[in-house]
């Protein structure tokens, strides 16, 4: 399923979407199929599968911690796409990764791999607006979304560059810092969102671990919530994973849709 | 815009490539770096801390009996006597300075085995600037001392308890830093390494060293050199001696770290040789030569000298090497032990692991006829701080 699609069929119910961030092959690809289908369970609307890369200096230790155990137990590009070909979902799969290995593997083969593999956007957290000239001609050949991430402290002239370059929705990273669970949402969230002016959907994450916070940045105005280290937090525990996978997903879906207007 | 875009590469290699919430700082330090480079209050307090702090300029010095015993004419480009101990000082004085005219208020920095970390610590402490530096929690173990130098100096330094615990996560937990308080605070890279404009602006701070060598060599010798020979770990002392000279008739040789030898597994290389066996990629900011596996995972490096011991290389040392204006060559770790103790004999200096790489190779190369008559070393550092590492190798 395309991503433009699934955010025109959550608008048609009124409902804010819920992103899931999982580390593929952590701490096994097997795991990780079951992982998503958990995550779907619980309403999941769009998963992001990371890919893991060796130096990943976008994302703060809980993820990084996962990478490493995907790395560690063999997880690798070719595995990747295999693994992600043979996943029975029914909502968008992004795929998160680094530039590194997308230019290894050589930007048409990645993305023909993405293509051919079921996966409808890739994000790039290293990857930006100026060096993607290339790789976003190709995403828009083989129908796949790239998706563009937007800081508080983005500047207006790079905003529009961003917001014309990005498609299927934007990442709005929600405060100054890289991926974790916090307690709180800064102020400067529902500022961003008043000033990402543009009819893509407009997906906020960094940060956010309960239903009352998913909630929060549904009623500020987003259109989906992003949420990475609470679900890897609970598959680093290795603790009833599938189970509780499904009832945080469960519970930030439930904030997402009872989110005051 | 696209002239400026341009601007940010060396050929294909360099760039920006980096999570969007940098960007901006990104941006603002090529401002303010420009605005600065050539300002005359600015040049004039940095030439004064590199000459009274530091103590600059630095000999280029005969090396006779070196010359005598290796066969060829060799001068050494002394920056072991710089303040410190090593050619970074430089560099950290340049920047700290330009953190202080952009008003910000804090530096942080990364650091391996520690020589890049104390050299922040002297010149932060001689602006009065808060200085942090991250240090992966295994190597503070190991350089137990230069944590010490470092806090004895008034910085912080803040063990890195995530990943391997060693320089690449000191490097990740410094950039995530630096993310969450872009307002005050400075990162001061300590290599030509990194996204647009570090590559450029460690390079303009390090390249007092090509021009005093220009000034000196002329001096004793009439003439330029035929040749310069650096070791390239990330590349500073190498672009700071080759920069000035890049559009003369002298041949530029950057020595890296062979290692144990020049192979490679899955996930770990022997060496630390990017230029000599790396293939194109993205790392930590800057496209440029790195060593990685077939999908374009980093490999763990490995060198007897720990500035020698990075995955990645400046990306104008990559562009350099590509268009064939430098050439890299590589000293393994043995051959540098025996450079290392060749210089402590004949000359009475004791140099870096690291720079004994750069002598390993003249010694190597002096036979062939390949570095002319006259050549010089830079010796980018003393090598008191590898005196364990030298006795464990001799054992």
Redesign the interface.
């Known amino acids: 399923m395309r991503i433009p699609e699934k955010f025109r069929e959550l608008k048609k119910r009124n409902e804010g979407a819920l992103i899931a961030y999982i580390c593929a092959g952590d701490p096994t690809a097997e795991g990780t199929k079951e992982y998503v289908t958990a995550l779907v369970r619980g309403g999941a609307d769009i998963i992001e599968l990371g890919l893991p890369f060796s130096d990943p200096v976008a994302d703060g230790p809980t993820i990084q911690a996962g990478i490493e155990r995907a790395l560690a137990a063999g997880m690798t590009p070719d595995i990747y796409f295999k693994m992600v070909r043979s996943l029975k979902v029914h909502i968008p799969l992004v795929v998160m990764t680094y530039y590194n290995l997308i230019f290894k593997r050589g930007l048409e083969r990645f993305v023909v791999d993405c293509s051919a593999s079921g996966i409808s956007g890739i994000i790039v957290p290293d990857l930006p607006a100026e060096e993607s000239g290339e790789l976003a001609g190709l995403c828009e050949k083989n129908d796949i979304d790239l998706i563009f991430l937007v800081a508080p402290t983005t500047t207006e002239s790079r905003m529009k560059q961003i917001l014309t370059r990005g498609t299927g929705f934007i990442y709005l990273v929600a405060r100054l810092g890289v991926t974790g669970a916090r307690s709180d949402i800064a102020g400067s969230t529902s500022e961003l969102i008043q000033r990402v002016k543009t009819n893509t959907p407009k997906a906020v994450g960094f940060g956010i671990s309960n239903g009352r916070q998913a909630a929060e940045i549904i009623s500020a105005g987003a259109d989906g919530v992003i949420v990475g280290s609470a679900f890897v937090d609970i598959i680093a525990s290795g603790n009833d994973v599938p189970r509780r996978l499904e009832a945080l997903a469960r519970e930030l879906k439930y904030g997402i849709k009872m989110a005051p207007e | 815009m696209k002239q400026e875009?341009r601007s940010t590469k060396f050929g294909k290699y360099g760039?920006?490539?980096?999570?969007?919430?940098l960007?901006?700082?990104l941006?603002e330090l090529t401002e303010e770096y420009e605005k600065y480079k050539d300002d005359p209050v600015f040049n004039e307090e940095l030439d004064y801390y590199l000459r009274d702090f530091a103590g600059r300029p630095s000999p280029l010095y005969y090396a006779k009996q070196l010359s005598r015993e290796y066969g060829v004419k060799i001068y050494l480009k002394r920056e072991d006597l710089v303040h410190g101990g090593a050619h970074k000082l430089n560099n950290t004085l340049g920047q700290a300075l330009l953190t202080r005219y952009m008003g910000k208020k804090r530096i942080i920095a990364e650091t391996g085995a520690g020589q890049h970390g104390t050299a922040c610590a002297m010149a932060g402490a001689a602006f009065g600037i808060t200085t942090e530096v991250y240090m992966g929690a295994k190597d503070t173990v190991r350089q137990r001392m230069n944590v010490y130098r470092m806090e004895l100096m008034g910085t912080k330094v803040i063990p890195v308890k995530?990943?391997s615990q060693t320089l690449?996560d000191a490097?990740?937990e410094a950039?995530?830093n630096w993310?969450?308080?872009?307002e005050t605070t400075h990162y001061l890279i300590g290599s030509v390494v990194g996204p647009h404009p570090y590559p450029t602006m460690v390079r303009d701070f390090q390249s007092v060293i090509g021009k005093e060598v220009r000034k000196q060599i002329m001096e004793k010798e009439g003439r330029f050199p035929d040749s310069i020979v650096a070791c390239t770990g990330g590349g500073s002392n190498a672009m700071g001696i080759f920069h000035p000279f890049i559009d003369d008739d002298v041949d530029l040789f950057a020595v890296e770290a062979g290692g144990s030898g020049m192979k490679t597994t899955d996930k770990e290389a022997l060496h630390s040789a990017t230029l000599c066996a790396g293939?194109?990629?993205?790392?930590?900011?800057a496209?440029t030569k790195?060593l990685?596996n077939?999908?374009?995972?980093?490999l763990e490096s490995s060198s007897i000298a720990a500035g020698l011991d990075y995955a990645g290389v400046g990306p104008e040392l990559a562009y350099l090497a590509d268009i064939g204006r430098i050439k890299p060559r590589y000293s393994l770790d043995a051959e540098a032990l025996e450079a290392f103790h060749d210089l402590c004999r004949l000359e009475g200096i004791i140099p870096a692991l690291e720079s004994s790489h750069a002598v390993a190779y003249v010694k190597k190369a002096a036979g062939s006829g390949e570095l002319g008559d006259v050549v010089v070393i830079n010796i980018s550092g003393r090598g008191d701080k590898d005196l364990e590492t030298v006795l464990g190798m001799n054992k």
């Open positions: 875009q760039g920006q490539f980096v999570p969007e919430v960007m901006p700082v941006e995530s990943g690449k490097i990740n950039m995530r993310v969450a308080n872009v293939e194109d990629g993205v790392l930590h900011g496209r790195v990685q077939k999908y374009g995972q980093i």
